[in-house]
């Protein structure tokens, strides 16, 4: 939750979103894991998060 509020924060600041509620306009968005929670300590699990941006 802390980088998604990371990105919103981001938008907001660029003028790309008016408000949370403006996350409904960037879907789809997508998670993409890069390795394996079950056999990759907390601290190096990488995800890449995709969004479209109008």
């Known amino acids: 939750m802390e980088t998604y509020g990371q990105i919103t924060q981001f938008m907001l600041a660029k003028g790309l979103m008016d408000s949370e509620a403006d996350w409904a306009k960037y ?3 997508w998670e993409e894991y890069l ?20």
């Open 35 to 54: 390795n394996d929670p079950h056999a990759t300590p907390e601290a190096e699990l990488l995800t890449h998060i995709y969004l479209p941006v109008p």
């Open 27 to 29: 879907m789809p968005m």
